[in-house]
Nanobody, 126 residues
Framework: QVQLVETGGGLVQAGGSLRLSCAAS????????MGWFRQAPGLEREFVGF????????YYADSVKGRFTISRDNAKNTVYLQMNSLKPEDTAVYYC???????????????????WGQGTQVTVSS
C-alpha cells in the first residue's frame, strides 16, 4: 500500500511559480510510475504529466509542456511538480498518483493509477 500526501499549493499571481511536493510512504515507491493530475471545479480530473520510476523520462499534457517539470527523488520517496509561468487556467486541485508498471499501460489515463493523494489547491490570480 502506498500513501501519498501533497503539499505546496497556494495562491500565486499569473506568471509566478509554485513547486508541489508529493511524499509517499512505503518501501516500493521507486517501482511506481508517478503522475500528476488536476481538477478544476465542474470539470473532470485531467492529466498533467508523469515520470518514469527511475526519473529517466517524463511526459506532459500539451497545456503544460514547457512550463511544468516533474522530478523525483527516490531516496526521499518524493515526487515534485515545478510549475512556472502559471496562468489563471492552471487553477485547480492538484493530485499526485502512483501506478504500478504495466507493459501496455497508458499513464495519461487516470484509471492506471492505484493510489492517490488528497490533493492540494493551486489558485492563480490574473
Amino acid at each position: 500500500q502506498v500513501q501519498l500526501v501533497e503539499t505546496g499549493g497556494g495562491l500565486v499571481q499569473a506568471g509566478g511559480s509554485l513547486r508541489l511536493s508529493c511524499a509517499a510512504s512505503g518501501r516500493t515507491f521507486s517501482s511506481y510510475i508517478m503522475g500528476w493530475f488536476r481538477q478544476a471545479p465542474g470539470l473532470e480530473r485531467e492529466f498533467v504529466g508523469f515520470i518514469w520510476w527511475n526519473g529517466g523520462s517524463s511526459y506532459y499534457a500539451d497545456s503544460v509542456k514547457g512550463r511544468f517539470t516533474i522530478s523525483r527523488d527516490n531516496a526521499k520517496n518524493t515526487v515534485y511538480l515545478q510549475m512556472n509561468s502559471l496562468k489563471p487556467e492552471d487553477t485547480a486541485v492538484y493530485y499526485c498518483a502512483a501506478a504500478p508498471f504495466r507493459l501496455t499501460g497508458n499513464y495519461q489515463d487516470k484509471g492506471e493509477y492505484a493510489h492517490w493523494g488528497q490533493g492540494t489547491q493551486v489558485t492563480v490570480s490574473s
